[in-house]
């Protein structure tokens, strides 16, 4: 059975004890509405670990918008019941006060890395992220911690993060997990209508016709705009980037000569989608 912690205080102990037997402890951090591509990531962390924490907390300080932030889903429960299926030990799920208690007064930020794309449409979004991670790892004390590719950005920020810190926790990558029809499984699919999900594949298909485009050697700006006109023929109403990017630094790319990322942000209905292939 899946143990419910809400305080640090209570977590230490148990990792403590945990640790003391030379177990190695597995973290996945997540917000909670979990799917399958959360639970892959569980698996993952059972896979690579001795003992397997997931923690739930939906984190104020990385939503620019409050509406976004008030819908998004919370299901305790129902994630309760999968991790219980996923043989995780514990469900860290503490409160808000847990994380930024009163007087809180502390924001780590990454340069760089994290200020194009998502950065540059969701000002203070990253910083958020940083911030609750170094909490989440200085509270589960986790030897390992496993975050998808489909937030292919934060990747890369916990990984810098974690390296400018010396934080003794190792960063695992894993693929991103996709429904039938190719869209990149979200906790916000859920928002979307009926019809909307029947247009939403359309993001996923249009960055694979542009990446092959690439590699057969068509032109990477006109290989993009051909995508994007796509997509927004399809019903998206806003393409906020559909950008090459390196692989190394997120730096800008023209071309698949070396590693690139393809990574897009788009609109459907009021949803907001991400995803990234490679190139």
């Avoid at 973290?27 to 690579?48: F, I, K, N, Y």
């Avoid at 190719?182 to 247009?199: D, H, K, P, T």
Wanted: proline letters at 4%; hydrophobic letters at 45%.
């Amino acid at each position: 059975m899946t143990e419910v912690i809400r305080t640090s205080a209570e977590l230490r102990d148990k990792v403590a004890a945990w640790k003391r037997s030379g177990m190695l402890v597995g973290v996945v951090p997540t917000m909670g509405a979990l799917h399958d591509g959360h639970l892959s990531l569980a698996r993952a962390a059972r896979e690579q670990s001795d003992r397997v924490i997931v923690t739930i907390f939906v984190n104020p300080m990385q939503f620019n918008n409050a509406s976004d932030l008030d819908k998004y889903p919370r299901d305790e429960a129902h994630d309760l019941a999968l991790l219980e299926a996923e043989g995780v030990d514990v469900l860290f799920a503490p409160g808000v006060d847990e994380v930024y208690p009163d007087g809180f007064a502390t924001k780590v930020s990454v340069t760089g890395i994290s200020e194009p794309l998502e950065g540059a449409m969701r000002p203070g979004h990253f910083d958020g992220v940083a911030t609750v991670v170094s909490k989440l790892f200085g509270m589960t004390q986790a030897g390992r911690a496993f975050f998808g590719e489909k937030d292919w950005q934060q990747l890369q920020v916990v990984k810098r993060l974690v390296d400018d810190l010396n934080i003794p926790v190792r960063i695992m990558g894993c693929p991103t997990i996709r429904e039938e029809d190719g869209l990149a499984m979200s906790s916000r699919n859920v928002r979307l209508s009926a019809e909307e999900r029947a247009q939403a594949p359309v993001l996923h298909q249009q960055m694979q016709a542009a990446a092959g485009a690439i590699r057969a050697g068509t032109d990477a700006g006109a290989a993009l705009e051909t995508a994007k006109e796509a997509i927004l023929a399809a019903g998206f109403h806003d393409v906020e980037y559909l950008e090459l990017r390196t692989v190394d630094g997120l730096k800008p790319a023209t071309d698949a000569a070396k590693p690139v990322r393809m990574l897009a942000a788009v609109w459907l209905g009021d949803v907001r989608l991400i995803d990234n292939i490679a190139v």
